[in-house]
């Protein structure tokens, strides 16, 4: 009898891997095949049991996958095509070559963030996040990149109604966005923030970052940036610390002078509250590691254009700057500009 039960469950996994495939896009990789899961107990199993036999290839059903799991080994997670499969919670742990698609986290209350990725290389694409509300003062995130140092690849995907930040790097972690859209995020959209000696590394293509709070960009410490052929469409006035911040791109930390530090190209920044671009380095350095070529920068409510503030600006620095409404505003500006400086402590 027990045989018998062994035989036929054997059949069943293997037929329902075969039939399921066309609901799925599976790369070579998965061999045609997948450990299918329906809930979050089945997860829980196919996150343990997923073996070479399913190519480390799980496919989700549709539905709401609630509670938290953990990924520890390289796996391969996949939604339905038809954009049917939403999971709450998911943490990336001490791994590499973890792949996930076509799944959305929505609708999800988080004390931390949504997706939380340490110490692994994951690549991520047509992963949407909406509606994620904060459960305590701190919360509220889509994507948190925190730990041990990552590589991270999102594509063709987005983030959208967080009540935090969107997406929240803190570490020397490498990050590449492709043609994602950050929108309508409460706090930033995307903040790196890194203390440590490692050269963090972000760059963005293609990126659309539109009505979002605060800041759409903000770099604090040791990383660099890199952006090229996107928008920044919006970003709201908020007061902060009895100041009033709103600003496309914020850049604070100690080597402006090197090369590569910020680098934006082929890209707009329009309609902030506030300041299109700062950049605020240590005191008497020189600001000519940032590079702009082929950038506008405008807006109806906004001040400032672009401010250089504790740092020496280069004499060529604004010659890729292509349009920018507030020219004059800016060489006359001679007070500091407040930035939220403060780093955020993660639990």
Not at 54 to 77: D, H, M, Q, W
Not at 124 to 146: Q, T
Not at 221 to 240: H, L
Not at 273 to 287: K, N, T, V
Request: proline share 1%.
């Amino acid at each position: 009898m027990s045989r018998f039960v062994f035989i036929f469950s054997f059949i069943f996994i293997l037929s329902c891997s075969e039939n399921v495939t066309s609901d799925y896009s599976l790369p070579e990789e998965c061999d045609g095949k997948c450990y299918e899961a329906h809930d979050i107990n089945s997860l829980q199993d196919a996150l343990i049991d997923s073996s070479a036999a399913f190519s480390n290839c799980i496919c989700l059903g549709s539905g709401v996958f609630e509670g938290s799991v953990l990924v520890a080994k390289p796996l391969r997670v996949f939604g339905r095509k038809d954009g049917s499969t939403y999971l709450k919670s998911l943490a990336i742990s001490d791994t590499s070559g973890v792949v996930l698609r076509d799944f959305s986290f929505k609708n999800v209350s988080t004390d931390s963030a949504a997706l939380f990725i340490s110490g692994s290389s994951v690549e991520m694409e047509n992963i949407s996040f909406s509606g994620i509300s904060a459960a305590s003062v701190f919360g509220g995130r889509g994507i948190v990149i925190s730990g041990k140092e990552s590589e991270v690849f999102i594509k063709n995907s987005k983030m959208e109604r967080t009540d935090g930040t969107g997406i929240l790097i803190n570490g020397a972690h490498k990050v590449t966005l492709e043609n994602v859209t950050l929108s309508k995020c409460g706090f930033a959209a995307l903040w790196a923030q890194n203390q440590s000696g490692n050269r963090g590394v972000l760059s963005v293509s293609g990126g659309t970052f539109s009505d979002n709070g605060a800041a759409a960009v903000e770099i604090l410490g040791n990383t660099s940036i890199q952006i090229s052929g996107s928008s920044i469409e919006g970003v709201r006035k908020r007061d902060v610390a009895l100041e009033t911040v709103g600003d496309g791109i914020v850049v604070k930390n100690s080597f402006l002078s090197e090369t590569d530090s910020v680098t934006v190209e082929n890209s707009l920044i329009s309609g902030f509250a506030r300041a299109g671009i700062i950049l605020d380095g240590a005191e008497s350095s020189a600001a000519v590691g940032a590079v702009f070529k082929n950038l506008s920068v405008f807006s109806e409510s906004g001040s400032f254009g672009l401010v250089v503030q504790n740092a020496v600006e280069d004499g060529s620095l604004r010659e890729g700057i292509t349009r920018n409404d507030f020219s004059s505003a800016d060489m006359k500006l001679e007070d500091e500009l407040f930035i939220i400086d403060t780093f955020f402590e993660l639990q």
